[in-house]
């Protein structure tokens, strides 16, 4: 920040005393401190009336649905507590569909968030504390913030509005409503759904990424709309805590059953397993494992056609997914030719260094001896790469020249696709401590257990999960349609 604006910022803060008026406040900081975060005068409305209420300031560039505004502004004299006024701003919040409320008596400034009526508070600072971060403080509440954050809520709102007119014109074979929406939109939510695409996370060597990538990635497709369901088939049960559901506690303390009853008991069905796990942004559905899955082997290799009894038990809830992932042990087990059997296709996770890369070779020459024995083919997704070293890029292209090595070798593997550098999952150390919180890393952005430093890192590492998840849709999408 330029000594200039450290100045201004001091000189305006400076200029109230504990006895000041709230009208000075508001004159004297309020409205120039609007102006420096790039605001013009046309773009506030002082002493605004929604409803009944009397508002100091609503501030917005323009309106987009849902949010009209994006920030509301309440103002109290010096010497008022603003603790007691954080209820008054609440409501203004939810009043008027703001994103932003700033509650401030001049020495002391306290933001909040309004998330679909969930109003939380998110910082306190002092006047010195805005001079010293006034960086982030004008991140947030900036004119060009206010803009692209109202262009993309109603980017999404048109989107979807888009979405809905082309299903309802698809429905009733009105194509002159398709005139207003946009061809490329992808289809309605309105249209009955495919069958699920059900995907085996598969890789014989233990530790690669497997559980990590399905939980996030699941998170990421979720969080882009999609609905997935998630089957730990691994006595480890790794995915089901990671996802918060303690096996003792959660299920078999309860007299809950777990994917033994599902995978063992004829009359179980999927949805008599199936647990649904919500944060604050993300919906996962997930048939949860136990370690007493490692003793069935057995009865498991007893049962009559036990290697579709999985591929059966998924088929009446395959309507209510887009995406269903399997996360399997690492072994060559009974478990792993159920799961595959159960698949539309296999996505590999690997890591960058030669022992993951050798254990490719094996993992592949399973999918196809799997595949010969099906009706339907069972098509390889790709090479998803975990755990890469952002610091080691020597490393990581020579890897990736032993790996185009290897899919070039057979006449089998050469349609295999590496997927791109760009979907890559760095190694980070947030990512191997989110699955002691039960959660996906997206929630990191809402633990206040976490510093900034961490949170940043989570945010980090979920952006290429996204990459990854559009990337998955790409090409799952395209084996769809063939
Ligand atoms: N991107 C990452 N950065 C740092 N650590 C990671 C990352 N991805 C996974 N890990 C850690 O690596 C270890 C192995 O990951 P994970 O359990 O997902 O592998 P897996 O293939 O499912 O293992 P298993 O074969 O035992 O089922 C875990 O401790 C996990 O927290
Ligand atoms: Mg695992």
């Not at 790794?238 to 303390?253: C, F, K, M, S």
């Not at 395959?318 to 087990?333: A, K, L, M, N, V």
């Amino acid at each position: 920040m330029s000594e200039d604006v450290r100045q201004q910022l001091a000189a305006l803060f400076g200029s109230i005393t504990p006895k000041s008026s709230e009208k000075e406040v508001e004159d004297r900081i309020v409205e120039p401190l609007l102006k420096l975060l790039g605001y013009d005068t046309s773009e506030w409305e002082k002493q605004a009336k929604v409803q009944r209420a009397r508002l100091d300031y609503l501030v917005y560039t323009h309106h987009a649905a849902p949010a009209r505004y994006y920030l509301v502004i309440e103002v109290k004299a010096p010497h008022k507590d603003l603790k007691k006024s954080a209820w008054q701003l609440s409501r203004y919040l939810r009043k008027t569909g703001s994103v932003l409320g700033l509650l401030t008596n001049g020495k002391e400034f306290k933001i909040f968030y309004n998330y679909c009526d969930r109003v939380e508070e998110i910082i306190t600072l002092s006047a010195e504390a805005v001079i010293h971060r006034y960086h982030e403080f004008a991140i947030l509440l900036c004119h060009g913030s206010c803009q692209k954050v109202m262009n993309e809520f109603q980017y999404i709102h048109e989107y979807t509005h888009s979405r809905i007119l082309g299903g309802v014109a698809r429905l009733f074979k009105k194509p002159e409503l398709m005139q207003i929406s946009d061809p490329n939109i992808p289809i309605s939510p309105l249209e009955p759904s495919e069958n699920a695409m059900i995907i085996t996370v598969f890789n014989n060597k233990g530790g690669v990424g497997k559980t990590t990538t399905t939980i996030n990635l699941a998170a990421a497709l979720n969080r882009l709309g999609k609905r997935v369901l998630l089957i730990d088939i691994d006595p480890q049960a790794n995915l089901t805590t990671g996802v918060g559901i303690d096996p003792l506690q959660d299920i078999e303390h309860q007299g809950k059953k777990d994917i033994t009853h599902l995978l063992t008991e004829a009359r179980t069905k999927a949805s008599d397993v199936i647990i649904r796990r919500k944060w604050t942004n993300v919906t996962l559905d997930v048939v949860p494992s136990h370690i007493r899955l490692s003793d069935m082997e057995p009865v498991l290799i007893n049962t009559v056609d036990v290697d579709r009894v999985l591929a059966k038990k998924l088929k009446p809830c395959r309507e209510d997914y887009d995406y269903i992932f399997i996360d399997p042990p690492p072994s060559f087990g009974k478990v792993n030719a159920i799961s595959l059997m159960a698949s539309d296709a296999v996505l590999i996770p690997t890591q960058l260094s030669p022992y993951p890369i050798r254990a490719l070779e094996y993992v592949m020459n399973r999918t196809f001896s799997i595949d010969e024995s099906r009706e339907v083919p069972l098509p390889i997704l790709g090479l998803a790469v975990s755990m890469y070293d952002r610091g080691s890029k020597k490393l990581a292209l020579d890897m990736k020249e032993l790996i185009y090595e290897l899919l070039s070798k057979d006449g089998r593997r050469k349609d295999i696709e590496l997927f791109p550098d760009t979907t890559w999952i760095p190694r980070l150390n947030v990512v191997s401590t989110s699955p002691n919180k039960g959660q996906p890393i997206c929630e990191a952005e809402f633990d206040d257990d976490l510093q900034q430093r961490e949170r940043d890192a989570a945010l980090d590492a979920f952006n290429c999960y996204t990459l990854l998840a559009k990337h998955v849709l790409k090409v799952s999408e395209a084996i769809a349609r063939a």
